[in-house]
C-alpha cells in the first residue's frame, strides 16, 4: 500500500462509512484499524485508486462483522443494554459527524448485504459496478439490494390520524423541552394533561403517573438530554419520537393533542421486538 498521509487522508471518510455500516464508534474505529493493517500487507502493484480500495477494504471488514453478528443471532443492541461509556462516545460521533438519528436506528434493522448497499451508493456515492464488486454479486442485483434497503428505511407514508397541526404541536414542545423553556411547555400542554411512563425508565422512587401542565412541564425539564437525543418516527404504525442516545433506541414518547394543546404523552421503553420505520 502506499504512505500513511494516503490512509491518514482517506481516515476520516473511512471512519464515517464504517459507523454507518456498524453502528458504534469503537467498531467503526477497530475496522479502520484493520483497514490499515491489511492495506501494509496487500500489494501495492497496479493499485491506481488508492482511496477506492481502502473503501472495498474496509467495507468487507465490515461485512464480515455484520454477517458474523447475523449468524450468531445477535440483534441491534438497545440503549438499556450498552454501558453509559459506550452511550456517551456514540452519542458525540454522531452529534460530531450531525449523523440522523432515525437513520441510524433503521439501517442496524437491515440485512447485511442491504446494509452495505444502501451506506456505499446512497450515502457515499460509491456506483454500483464497486458496490457489486465488494458484494460479490452483479450490479443489477445491487441496485436491488440498495432499493430494498431504501424502501424499508423510507416508507414516507402519512400516519393516519396524524394532522398537520397535532405534528406541529408535538415539535414545538419538544423543542422547547429541549431548550429548557418552561413557560413555553406549560402553554403547550393541556391544564390536565396526564404523563405516564415505565418505571424502568425513570429515576427510583419516580412516580410513574404526572397530572398537570406544571408539574409535567418541570419534570420534562429534567429530563432534556433524552429529549435532544430524540428524532420522529414510526413505531409499529404509530407516530412517536424515539429517544435513541447514540443512535441506540431506549424509548417511545407517544403525544396525545387536543387542539392546539397536549392531553397526554406516554413514555414507553423499547424492546427487540418493536418494529421501526421512518417518519
Known amino acids: 500500500m502506499g504512505s500513511i498521509e494516503e490512509f491518514e487522508a482517506a481516515r476520516p471518510r473511512l471512519l464515517s462509512l464504517a459507523h454507518r455500516m456498524l453502528g458504534s464508534a469503537h467498531d467503526a474505529e477497530d475496522a479502520v484499524q484493520t483497514t490499515w493493517l491489511r492495506a501494509q500487507a496487500a500489494p501495492r502493484d497496479g493499485l491506481d485508486n488508492p482511496d477506492a480500495w481502502l473503501t472495498t477494504i474496509t467495507t468487507r471488514v465490515c461485512l464480515d462483522q455484520l454477517r458474523a453478528r447475523r449468524r450468531r443471532g445477535e440483534v441491534a443492541p438497545l440503549a438499556a443494554e450498552l454501558p453509559a461509556a459506550q452511550l456517551a462516545a456514540d452519542e458525540d460521533f454522531l452529534r460530531r459527524e450531525d ?3 432515525a437513520l441510524l436506528v433503521l439501517l442496524a434493522r ?7 448497499a444502501y451506506v456505499l451508493h446512497d450515502l457515499f456515492a460509491v456506483p ?9 454479486t452483479t450490479p443489477g442485483n445491487a441496485k436491488k439490494l440498495a432499493s430494498r434497503a431504501r424502501a424499508r428505511i423510507g416508507g414516507g407514508e402519512e400516519v393516519p390520524g396524524a394532522s398537520s397541526q397535532h405534528r406541529e404541536v408535538v415539535a414545538a414542545f419538544l423543542s422547547a423541552a ?3 423553556d418552561l413557560h413555553r411547555m406549560v402553554a403547550l400542554l393541556a391544564p390536565d394533561c396526564v404523563r405516564t411512563a415505565d418505571a424502568a ?3 427510583p422512587g419516580a412516580a410513574t403517573t404526572v397530572t398537570g401542565a406544571v408539574a409535567i412541564a418541570a419534570e420534562t ?3 432534556a438530554d433524552r429529549i435532544r437525543a430524540s428524532a420522529p418516527m414510526r413505531l409499529d404504525g404509530r407516530a412517536v419520537d424515539v ?3 447514540g443512535g441506540h433506541p431506549l ?6 393533542t387536543r387542539g392546539t394543546r397536549i392531553s397526554r404523552i406516554t413514555i414507553t421503553r423499547i424492546g427487540a421486538a418493536d418494529v421501526l420505520a421512518a417518519a
Open 201 to 203: 425508565l425513570l429515576p
Open 243 to 245: 429517544i435513541a442516545p
Open 251 to 256: 424509548a417511545a414518547i407517544e403525544v396525545a
Open 221 to 223: 425539564g429534567l429530563f
Open 110 to 116: 437491515l440485512p447485511p448485504a442491504q446494509r452495505v
Open 99 to 101: 449523523v440522523s438519528r
Open 178 to 180: 429541549r431548550g429548557g
Open 128 to 136: 454500483f459496478g464497486q458496490v457489486a464488486a465488494i458484494l460479490g
